[in-house]
């Protein structure tokens, strides 16, 4: 299979690829090497951001980079998400790797079974043509609809649309949240599946909080970031 990737990434070479080896190694079913990045490089930490491109180029046959003059996340994922060209795109941040062999056909089969389905009837309380993506599970407190940018699958006509409404001064994810007074009802109604759907069952892990706890730098604004910001020692 042959399917569109974004991810929004960082001056961590050896971070990224520990996730694109994962990545190619346990999503069984897609051909990497035929399939396009796109990647979003903000230039933080100080380093070689060809290293970086470098890393995308070994795992990924076509690599779209931008590299900002300076760093935003929120910025990072606008222009990742209004890149993809196919229906569905796989999202897949710098710093996560795959604890267990999974298949994108099984992904793509839930989305738009899910869509397919919203065309024909309504379930009460949960409307089915919110849904707009299928993460993969990280965390076992999650279970609810919220959508995550922990790696998954989204419709790409949904994050076109995402991307145009995002706000560059607020975190993404809580533009996407109830509560934090900064979502569009776009983002705060829209909903995701979680793979596996059973919540104890974690097949991803975050490799980036190890990282970030050992440089010189903290989320600046912690989760409500939109970069990083160097520790004055």
């Not at 190619?24 to 933080?44: A, R």
């Not at 998954?152 to 706000?167: N, P, R, T, V």
């Not at 994810?173 to 900064?182: S, T, V």
Request: charged letters at 25%.
């Amino acid at each position: 299979m042959i399917i569109e990737f974004t991810t929004t990434s960082t001056i961590r070479p050896e971070v990224l690829d520990e996730t694109y080896g994962s990545f190619s190694h346990d999503i069984v079913d897609v051909d990497f090497k035929n399939s396009t990045l796109y990647i979003n490089i903000d230039p933080v930490p100080e380093g070689d951001i060809q290293k970086v491109i470098d890393v995308a180029k070994k795992y990924f046959g076509k690599v779209v980079s931008n590299v900002p003059s300076t760093p935003n996340f929120t910025n990072a994922l606008k222009w990742c998400w209004k890149q993809p060209t196919g229906d569905f795109f796989f999202h897949l941040e710098d710093d996560w790797t795959l604890r267990k062999k999974t298949t994108m056909e099984e992904l793509i089969n839930k989305l738009s079974g899910i869509i397919e389905n919203a065309n024909k009837y309504k379930i009460k309380n949960r409307m089915l043509d919110r849904y707009v993506a299928v993460n993969l599970r990280a965390y076992d407190f999650i279970n609810d609809g919220r959508i995550c940018l922990s790696p998954g699958l989204f419709l790409s006509s949904w994050a076109k649309q995402a991307a145009e409404i995002l706000d560059p001064l607020h975190n993404p994810e809580r533009q996407m949240r109830k509560g934090f007074g900064i979502g569009k009802d776009f983002l705060i109604n829209s909903r995701a599946l979680h793979h596996p759907h059973n919540r104890n069952n974690i097949i991803i892990s975050d490799i980036g909080r190890k990282w970030l706890d050992k440089s010189e730098y903290k989320k600046d604004g912690n989760m409500a970031f939109v970069q990083w910001k160097k520790v004055e020692k």
